[in-house]
């Protein structure tokens, strides 16, 4: 418990403070947060100033039965005690605490993430849109961007900058479904990049959340509040509207998107129901995804191109581009991994709720940046569609607490 109280200007010294029924006077204050602290050896003094806000903090707690009955003096034994430690409102904690972080810092770590992960996520954009304009082959696209992670991962295990998870069979086992749907997702949303404009994916990639609750409803059984389905009706009509409205328009981008809503959903699904109480951290779980992903990959994208094409695209390529080209390629690939591995180190920190408000509001930096970068000619109604969806899907975001 952290309580704040103003006294006139006084110093306290001593080993310890330590409150006792017989020996002080009970003084109840509202509880706000509980904050543990290790406690100090008896033999290291301290000296406490309560010339500005004095905030007391539990360290240790006696063997002094229930809060209701402090205030008899029965319930109160010799050994029963509270032991406390105090500092100034301009303090972050108490002094010789156990360094836990403090709400403050918590709220910066997360803010970090959250700017990490947009940004990141606005460059890939850009340069697998760059890539796909050039070099119209996604099925190599997406091998590249696994790929890449991939082996960025494994140089970091063997050089030990990571620490390399901890894994068995069983944990491959509840993995493959994940990265099954993770393929089929991702490999979708690169096809619809590569018909259509990056805006237009992720317009009709905000209404992931209504694939989510007709999937949750109708295959796996679930009910939700009534709140969450009238959500659901902005996030269709929105992007129905931007893509009745869209002036370049392709049924195979518009397709890819879908597929790639319906399988990430999936993939959420899987996640829950087979991860759960794997000690896998948010980086090295995705790093064992990107790699299970690209096993299941590879094979298909050869299948589906194959290396003669690839070959002749790319000569294509860098004889129209020149030896930029190489580099958006190294940089789609290394920006597709940073920007989920930083997303997926948000989760371990935040509420799935937290993570669906900083996705859509991912989804906007996206969609504008986009648009101004390629100049993507947009109408205002396709616009006005765009933002009736994403502001459902913040609605249902809300709705969903």
Request: aromatic share 12%; charged share 15%; with cysteine.
């Amino acid at each position: 418990m952290i309580s704040s109280l103003r006294q006139p200007s006084i110093s306290i010294s001593g080993s310890d403070v330590v409150l006792r029924n017989r020996h002080a006077t009970l003084i109840q204050l509202r509880p706000q947060s509980f904050s543990p602290f290790s406690s100090r050896e008896k033999s290291q003094r301290s000296v406490v100033s309560t010339k500005k806000p004095l905030h007391l903090a539990c360290l240790g707690v006696g063997n002094f039965g229930s809060v209701k009955n402090f205030e008899s003096e029965a319930s109160f034994g010799q050994s029963d005690l509270v032991k406390c430690g105090a500092y100034e409102a301009d303090r972050s904690e108490v002094e010789g605490g156990d360094g836990t972080p403090s709400e403050a810092a918590k709220k910066v770590k997360i803010g970090i993430y959250f700017a990490t992960w947009w940004a990141l996520n606005v460059v890939f954009n850009i340069y697998n849109k760059k890539v796909l304009n050039a070099y119209p082959y996604p099925w190599l696209t997406s091998t590249l961007s696994l790929a890449c992670g991939s082996l960025m991962m494994l140089i970091s295990w063997a050089t030990r900058i990571a620490e390399a998870p901890k894994t068995d069979l069983e944990f491959w086992k509840t993995l493959f479904p994940v990265a099954v749907a993770h393929t089929i997702g991702h490999v979708a949303a690169t096809v619809s990049m590569s018909k259509v404009a990056v805006s237009f994916t992720h317009i009709i990639k905000s209404g992931e959340p209504a694939f989510s609750v007709l999937v949750s409803r109708f295959i796996l059984g679930e009910t939700f509040p009534v709140p969450v389905y009238l959500s659901l009706l902005p996030i269709i009509g929105g992007c129905a509207l931007a893509a009745v409205t869209e002036l370049n328009f392709n049924m195979i981008g518009f397709m890819g998107a879908m597929i790639s809503n319906l399988a990430f959903v999936f993939r959420n699904i899987f996640s829950k129901k087979g991860m759960k109480g794997k000690s896998v951290s948010g980086m090295n779980y995705y790093a064992c995804l990107s790699i299970l992903s690209l096993a299941i990959l590879t094979p298909f994208a050869i299948a589906v191109e194959g290396p003669a094409m690839w070959a002749a695209g790319w000569q294509t390529a860098l004889s129209e581009i020149g030896p930029q080209f190489i580099w958006w390629v190294a940089a789609q690939s290394i920006f597709y991994h940073l920007y989920n591995q930083v997303s997926y180190m948000s989760l371990d920190e935040i509420s799935p709720l937290t993570f669906s408000i900083g996705n859509t509001m991912k989804r906007i930096s996206v969609i504008v940046s986009s648009i101004i970068i390629f100049h993507t000619p947009i109408q205002p109604v396709n616009a006005l569609g765009a933002a009736i969806a994403v502001f459902g899907t913040f609605l249902y975001s809300q709705a969903k607490q």
